[in-house]
């Protein structure tokens, strides 16, 4: 059974860092996508980033130069560093796992993703 568990969420100041972690257990297979989104209050839920199996790296443009996503194959963990954080960067994280490639056109979309996490408050407040 796949499993996904977050890590590294918090409390920051406007324009600080944080590093979140995802672990994923249960894979059969060490080529799997994974991704992160957000939810803030009130509002749905939107991909933050994605680390496709066949390799490419997609943002959504809100965090383009802030954000970098980063994989570590033999700790199955999927890594976002956060720098110049904003206060409209407040949401819950929640990583998400699958087993096929995504492309431009999709790795946003929620229902491509089959397993998640938890998630994680990320909170950015002076």
């Known amino acids: 059974q796949v499993q996904l568990v977050e890590s590294g969420g918090g409390l920051v100041q406007p324009g600080g860092s944080l590093r979140l972690s995802c672990a994923a257990s249960?894979?059969?297979?060490?080529?799997?996508?994974m991704g992160w989104f957000r939810q803030a209050p009130g509002k749905e839920r939107e991909g933050v980033s994605c680390?496709?199996?066949?390799?490419?790296?997609y943002y959504a443009d809100s965090v383009k130069g802030r954000f970098t996503i980063s994989r570590d194959n033999a700790e199955n963990t999927v890594l976002l560093q956060m720098n110049g954080l904003k206060p409209e960067d407040t949401a819950i994280y929640y990583c998400a796992a699958d087993g096929v490639p995504k492309y431009y056109s999709t790795w946003r979309w929620l229902n491509e993703y089959d397993y998640w996490g938890q998630g994680t408050q990320v909170t950015v407040s002076s």
């Open positions: 680390w496709s199996s066949d390799g490419a790296t």
């Open positions: 249960g894979f059969t297979s060490p080529y799997y996508t």
